[in-house]
């Protein structure tokens, strides 16, 4: 069974970045679909970002041009999430998830995905 581990949560200020990392357990094949999810407090869970065994990259409208997901070229278990120009809204647990199949046309749906990691916290204050 796959398991995932997020990386690199952190408190930063507003406006500043931080970039998280999700390591697999085993190797996430070419067929996978990666998503990036987060929940704050008392909230949802929410999609961010997801990329498809394609290539294909989908973001949410409220981090556009400030996320970019990527995986790493040299080991398709990584997969990464660079926040940039973060806010106080940003503020939340993220959490890396993983399936090999997935509606392309919901990607950000948390309803997609069957495995999952722990996450990690990032805190944005103002």
């Known amino acids: 069974q796959i398991q995932l581990r997020e990386f690199g949560g952190s408190s930063v200020e507003s406006g500043g970045s931080v970039t998280l990392s999700c390591t697999a357990s085993e190797l996430i094949s070419s067929g996978y679909c990666m998503g990036w999810f987060r929940q704050g407090a008392g909230k949802e869970r929410e999609g961010v970002a997801s990329?498809?065994?394609?290539?294909?990259?989908?973001y949410a409208d409220s981090v556009k041009g400030r996320f970019t997901i990527s995986r790493d070229n040299a080991d398709e278990k990584i997969v990464y999430l660079q926040m940039n120009s973060l806010e106080p809204e940003d503020t939340a647990m993220y959490l890396c998830?993983?399936?090999?199949?997935?509606?392309?046309?919901?990607?950000?749906?948390?309803?997609?995905?069957?495995?999952w990691g722990k996450g990690t916290q990032v805190t944005v204050s103002s």
């Open positions: 990329i498809d065994s394609d290539g294909s990259i989908r």
């Open positions: 998830a993983g399936s090999s199949v997935v509606d392309r046309n919901r990607p950000l749906s948390q309803y997609q995905y069957n495995y």
